[in-house]
């Protein structure tokens, strides 16, 4: 395969290549998204409240955007293929130990330190396509094709996490987690080369390190854009945390079933992608992103009045579907603007975006845990959580596009200044 860099020789065809690092992606999402219907059961078997159930994705988005602090800079300055390979040995063992986990206390420890191990591959792949496809527009089709993959894994996953449910326990969802990052690493170990060559790569230096962090949070523009995908994408995780239990406490969805209303979510989200992929070389990646935020306003409206209004289930459904649908596109270009302005530290860029995103999303979820837990007694007879999940939601999205609008004017301004 070639590569738009001519030091980087990859063997396999740009296909094969797509699809291990598709499948690699794959890990985080099915790490949240396929024991979904699994909570419900968890609370119980463990006699907890729900919110507590919450907290294991709570504290795996807090590992998760911690993760990245640490393997970004590390993946600048060991490169690539060392980061990757150990974050999926460590993704491995801490699936095994949530399967293993005997009371809600364990499980939590053991899911803060399956999202540490998580971040490493995001990161990775990040920065492993940067290294190839230098050009951003070319970076962001490209990472819409790794994207279209790893969408199998939160279409499919709750499916095979309700199937798991009925047929087995709860623990069969990570000890399948696990299995297939054994897969992935000798996917990894046979066929993906290290792309970082070590001329290019950051002398690790903890001052070097923070002085690149500095950099990128002094940069208005990249930092914004860091906000924006965050604030877009703190809206799944919204959904992510009350979700379950608004579709199967609420409105009587069947565990089951969970999977297939989930599934509508990613069915629009693979449809935004492909129109990503087609559109984002000849509009550009800023354009995409208008798009993306314009379409989850319309969506937030339409749940906002949903809701207040008892409008049904089936318009909460699709309206949320079009929410979440968008968040990739919105996210992918963001990440491409970003790293187009670093492309030097890669891994360094990656991992403050990524940590924003996941520190914003996990807070909100906390959040949200908190607001649920302090009104179990009527949090499903009046509504309540449906609106704590449909507010963030609105909120989130409110925020984005006031923060690209923002940015959007800070260019304006320096145009306006270049041609006096």
Same mark, same amino acid.
């Given at each position: =395969?070639?590569?738009?860099?001519?030091?980087? @020789?990859?063997?396999?065809s740009k296909q094969a290549l797509i699809f291990i690092l598709g499948l690699i992606s794959m890990l985080m999402p099915l790490s949240i998204d396929m024991y979904l219907p699994s909570m419900p059961t968890i609370a119980e078997k463990f006699n907890?409240?729900?919110?507590?159930?919450?907290?294991? #994705?709570?504290?795996?988005?807090?590992?998760?955007?911690?993760?990245?602090?640490?393997?970004?800079?590390?993946?600048?300055?060991?490169? !690539? !293929?060392?980061?990757?390979?150990?974050?999926?040995? &460590?993704?491995?063992?801490?699936?095994?130990?949530?399967?293993?986990?005997?009371?809600?206390?364990?499980?939590?420890?053991?899911?803060?330190?399956? +999202? *540490?191990?998580?971040?490493?591959?995001?990161?990775? *792949?990040?920065?492993?396509?940067?290294?190839?496809?230098?050009?951003?527009?070319?970076?962001? %089709?490209?990472?819409?094709?790794?994207?279209?993959?790893?969408?199998?894994?939160?279409? /499919?996953?709750?499916?095979?996490?309700?199937?798991? /449910?009925?047929?087995?326990?709860?623990?069969?969802?990570?000890?399948?987690?696990?299995?297939?990052?054994? &897969?992935?690493?000798?996917?990894?170990?046979?066929?993906?080369? @290290?792309?970082?060559?070590?001329?290019?790569?950051? %002398?690790?230096?903890? &001052?070097?390190?923070?002085?690149?962090?500095?950099?990128?949070?002094?940069?208005?523009?990249?930092?914004?854009?860091?906000?924006?995908?965050?604030?877009?994408?703190?809206?799944?995780?919204?959904?992510?945390?009350?979700?379950?239990?608004?579709?199967?406490?609420?409105?009587?969805?069947?565990?089951?079933?969970?999977?297939?209303?989930?599934?509508?979510? #990613?069915?629009? =989200?693979?449809? =935004?992608?492909?129109?990503?992929? !087609?559109?984002?070389?000849?509009?550009?990646?800023?354009?995409?992103?208008?798009?993306?935020?314009?379409?989850?306003?319309? =969506?937030?409206?339409?749940?906002?009045?949903?809701?207040?209004?008892?409008?049904?289930?089936?318009?909460?459904?699709?309206?949320?579907?079009?929410?979440?649908?968008?968040?990739?596109? *919105?996210?992918?270009?963001?990440?491409?603007? &970003?790293?187009?302005?670093?492309?030097?530290?890669?891994?360094?860029?990656?991992?403050?975006?990524?940590? #924003?995103?996941?520190?914003?999303?996990?807070?909100?979820?906390?959040?949200?845990?908190? /607001?649920?837990?302090?009104?179990?007694?009527?949090?499903?007879?009046?509504?309540?959580?449906?609106?704590?999940?449909? +507010?963030?939601?609105?909120?989130?999205?409110?925020?984005?596009? +006031?923060?690209?609008?923002?940015?959007?004017? #800070?260019?304006?301004? %320096?145009?306006?200044?270049?041609? !006096?």
């Amino acid at each position: =395969m070639q590569t738009q860099d001519p030091q980087i @020789e990859i063997k396999v065809s740009k296909q094969a290549l797509i699809f291990i690092l598709g499948l690699i992606s794959m890990l985080m999402p099915l790490s949240i998204d396929m024991y979904l219907p699994s909570m419900p059961t968890i609370a119980e078997k463990f006699n907890v409240a729900d919110s507590t159930v919450q907290l294991t #994705i709570s504290c795996y988005l807090l590992g998760f955007s911690l993760g990245q602090l640490l393997f970004g800079p590390l993946t600048d300055s060991y490169g !690539r !293929r060392k980061v990757l390979t150990f974050g999926l040995i &460590i993704f491995i063992i801490a699936a095994l130990c949530c399967g293993l986990a005997a009371n809600i206390n364990q499980l939590i420890t053991a899911r803060f330190f399956h +999202g *540490i191990a998580a971040s490493a591959t995001t990161i990775v *792949i990040n920065a492993l396509m940067k290294d190839i496809y230098r050009d951003r527009d070319e970076f962001s %089709k490209m990472m819409s094709f790794v994207m279209l993959i790893s969408n199998v894994a939160p279409l /499919l996953a709750p499916i095979i996490g309700g199937f798991i /449910l009925f047929w087995f326990d709860w623990q069969a969802n990570f000890y399948v987690l696990s299995l297939m990052a054994i &897969i992935c690493l000798g996917l990894v170990t046979i066929n993906i080369p @290290e792309t970082l060559a070590k001329s290019k790569r950051d %002398k690790f230096s903890i &001052i070097r390190i923070l002085s690149n962090f500095i950099a990128l949070f002094r940069h208005r523009q990249v930092f914004t854009y860091m906000m924006i995908g965050a604030f877009s994408g703190a809206g799944l995780f919204s959904f992510l945390s009350l979700g379950p239990f608004v579709y199967i406490n609420l409105h009587g969805v069947a565990s089951i079933n969970f999977g297939y209303y989930f599934a509508i979510n #990613i069915l629009v =989200m693979i449809f =935004m992608n492909t129109l990503n992929s !087609r559109l984002v070389r000849r509009v550009g990646s800023i354009k995409m992103i208008q798009l993306g935020l314009l379409i989850q306003f319309v =969506m937030t409206i339409g749940m906002a009045i949903t809701s207040i209004f008892y409008l049904g289930f089936f318009f909460l459904v699709i309206f949320i579907a079009g929410y979440i649908g968008c968040i990739s596109t *919105i996210g992918g270009n963001c990440m491409a603007v &970003i790293l187009d302005c670093y492309s030097h530290i890669a891994g360094t860029a990656s991992s403050l975006a990524g940590t #924003i995103r996941f520190a914003v999303a996990g807070a909100i979820g906390v959040l949200l845990s908190t /607001l649920v837990s302090t009104h179990t007694t009527t949090a499903v007879t009046n509504n309540l959580t449906e609106w704590l999940m449909v +507010g963030s939601m609105v909120i989130c999205n409110f925020l984005a596009v +006031g923060l690209f609008l923002s940015v959007r004017n #800070i260019k304006r301004k %320096k145009h306006d200044l270049s041609t !006096r």
